[in-house]
């Protein structure tokens, strides 16, 4: 049998949903914060703007701001970014989520349980061996290519661990595109 994988398969990590937040609330002291719907608040004070993006506690229904920009020139935002703002635009609520300053200067941390799913082509178990596979994500979210390799493949992760060959660190959370080979079950 060749060593040469005979077959490559796409896998698409992706979001079902904005992931919870790990913030504190000055309420009821519960870590877990929404985004809800995605809103943002507006202030204009002459002609500086202050945006917020406003999050829920998940126990208690309390609101509180995130700092998005403070104190920020109007003419420095490009329109369409400001009419995003304004109307509350779904995207550019996930991108300003998503976004790595923001989290560090909110003191938060993003919580993806239960957040994004894994699609995988059907079942190709019966064709040829080895196989390669090729994982992509569409958003950054942090996964260990063990779990996620051991849930596509619908086994133990010690199996999956048997089972294939990976160039990167399998125990550490990436949410970067990589690619592994499924070797026969032998």
């Known amino acids: 049998m060749s060593s040469q994988p005979h077959i490559v398969l796409p896998w698409v990590v992706r979001?079902?949903?904005?992931?919870?937040?790990?913030?504190?609330?000055?309420?009821?002291?519960?870590?877990?914060?929404t985004t809800g719907k995605g809103r943002f608040r507006?202030?204009?004070?002459?002609?500086?703007?202050?945006?917020?993006?406003?999050?829920?506690?998940?126990?208690?229904?309390?609101?509180?701001?995130?700092?998005?920009?403070?104190?920020?020139?109007?003419?420095?935002?490009?329109?369409?970014?400001?009419?995003?703002?304004?109307?509350?635009?779904?995207?550019?609520?996930?991108?300003?989520?998503?976004?790595?300053?923001?989290?560090?200067?909110?003191?938060?941390?993003?919580?993806?349980?239960?957040?994004w799913r894994l699609d995988t082509p059907a079942v190709?178990?019966?064709?040829?061996?080895?196989?390669?596979?090729e994982v992509a994500f569409d958003d950054p979210v942090p996964v260990r290519p063990e779990r996620l390799i051991a849930h596509g493949l619908g086994l133990s992760r010690n199996e999956a661990l048997r089972r294939i060959k990976c160039g990167i660190p399998l125990r550490r959370p990436t949410s970067t595109g990589?690619?592994?080979t499924v070797l026969g079950g032998d």
């Open 178 to 180: 990589f690619t592994f």
């Open 124 to 133: 190709w178990l019966d064709g040829p061996w080895p196989v390669r596979v």
């Open 15 to 33: 979001r079902t949903r904005l992931p919870l937040l790990s913030l504190r609330c000055v309420d009821c002291r519960s870590e877990s914060a």
């Open 42 to 115: 507006v202030n204009a004070n002459g002609k500086l703007l202050d945006v917020w993006l406003l999050v829920r506690c998940v126990s208690c229904d309390r609101t509180s701001k995130l700092t998005v920009h403070e104190r920020a020139p109007v003419r420095s935002f490009d329109p369409a970014e400001l009419h995003g703002y304004h109307v509350n635009d779904p995207e550019l609520v996930a991108s300003r989520l998503l976004d790595p300053l923001l989290a560090r200067r909110g003191r938060f941390t993003l919580d993806w349980t239960g957040a």
